[in-house]
């Protein structure tokens, strides 16, 4: 069982920065597929961000140039760096391997971001 917990959001400005971390344990490989995702109120839970096995990364567009995924494998974390932030990047945020492990999914981190 994969047990993630997330971790480092706030309450921020516009144009401020958070660094989220997602510990990993349980049954996971280092350099699984992990991904950030978020949920804002009323809405469904959106994908946000990808790292490979490999490093390769990817994202959504309203976040490009902005946010980055990055992972520190001996520490089985996961971090999303977001600057320039925006009201719109308000949601609670979480991670999980990828493919999604339904049984994964923690308590997520709320950031909110004031205008």
């Known amino acids: 069982q994969v047990q993630l917990v997330e971790s480092g959001g706030g309450l921020v400005q516009a144009g401020g920065s958070l660094r989220l971390s997602c510990v990993a344990s349980?049954?996971?490989?280092?350099?699984?597929?992990m991904g950030w995702y978020r949920q804002a109120p009323g809405k469904q839970r959106e994908w946000v961000a990808t790292?490979?096995?490999?490093?390769?990364?990817y994202y959504v567009n309203s976040v490009k140039g902005r946010f980055t995924i990055s992972r520190h494998n001996a520490e089985n974390t996961v971090y999303l760096q977001m600057n320039s932030l925006k009201p719109e990047d308000t949601a609670i945020y979480y991670c999980n391997i990828i493919p999604n492990n339904a049984d994964s999914w923690g308590r997520g981190t709320q950031v909110t971001v004031s205008s």
């Open positions: 349980g049954s996971i490989a280092s350099t699984i597929t």
């Open positions: 790292i490979t096995r490999g490093g390769s990364t």
